[in-house]
T-cell receptor
Framework: AQSVTQLDSQVPVFEEAPVELRCNYS??????LFWYVQYPNQGLQLLLK??????LVESINGFEAEFNKSQTSFHLRKPSVHISDTAEYFC???????????FGSGTRLQVQP | NAGVTQTPKFRVLKTGQSMTLLCAQD?????MYWYRQDPGMGLRLIHY???????AKGEVPDGYNVSRLKKQNFLLGLESAAPSQTSVYFC?????????????????FGAGSRLTVL
């Protein structure tokens, strides 16, 4: 069975500082990888995804994630965070044969002024 | 487009009561899902459906039933609510996975339904 580990439950960071949210997955097959973001009292929104091709994927608001097959990781990074990035971030995995995603436990990013 | 709409948004039940959560999507998606979100546990899949008239169990199906009588609707039922079912429930939908995985598993979520069982 697939599993996703997000080691950091909370990450406090000051505005304009860089941040990395870690995600590791376990799967013996090729996978698709996703990061979703959840703002307070809202549903989840897709932030970025890796399906194939370039291992570095980017979002429209400055986040990027790199697929590392040898380390089974898909860490999320942003070089300079804003207050508006405060949210909970979920890493998710799926293999091409499955219909649903398996989610990690989430990382709460708290951006402080 | 409304996307994925869940009703009700909030509900308080007493132990043993029954209720149904309704999910509606207007994107003509084939696949629909029900997840529950609990603190520190992320989202866990309850049931899902790959098409009208079909449903399948997910990771935590016990105590829940589902129905997909129409393509656009996916109902989640609790026959006899328990305090352990206090949670936030999210419905999601996705298109049928395309050739080469271009539509693969990109889920669109509803805003959530907060259920409290006393």
């Amino acid at each position: 069975a697939q599993s996703v580990t997000q080691l950091d439950s909370q990450v406090p960071v000051f505005e304009e500082a860089p941040v990395e949210l870690r995600c590791n997955y376990s799967s013996s097959v090729s996978v698709y990888l996703f990061w979703y973001v959840q703002y307070p009292n809202q549903g989840l929104q897709l932030l970025l995804k890796y399906l194939s091709g370039s291992t570095l994927v980017e979002s429209i608001n400055g986040f990027e994630a790199e697929f590392n097959k040898s380390q089974t990781s898909f860490h999320l990074r942003k070089p300079s965070v804003h207050i508006s990035d405060t949210a909970e971030y979920f890493c998710a995995v799926s293999d091409p044969g499955r219909r649903a995603l398996t989610f990690g436990s989430g990382t709460r990013l708290q951006v402080q002024p | 487009n409304a996307g994925v709409t869940q009703t009700p948004k909030f509900r308080v039940l007493k132990t043993g009561q029954s209720m149904t959560l309704l999910c509606a999507q207007d994107m003509n998606h084939e696949y629909m899902y029900w997840y529950r979100q609990d603190p520190g546990m992320g989202l866990r899949l309850i049931h899902y459906s790959v098409g009208e008239g079909t449903t399948a169990k997910g990771e935590v199906p016990d105590g829940y039933n589902v129905s997909r009588l129409k393509k656009q609707n996916f109902l989640l039922g609790l026959e006899s609510a328990a305090p352990s079912q206090t949670s936030v429930y999210f419905c999601a939908s996705s298109p049928r996975t395309g050739t080469g995985g271009s539509g693969a598993n990109v889920l669109t979520f509803g805003a959530g339904s907060r259920l409290t069982v006393l």
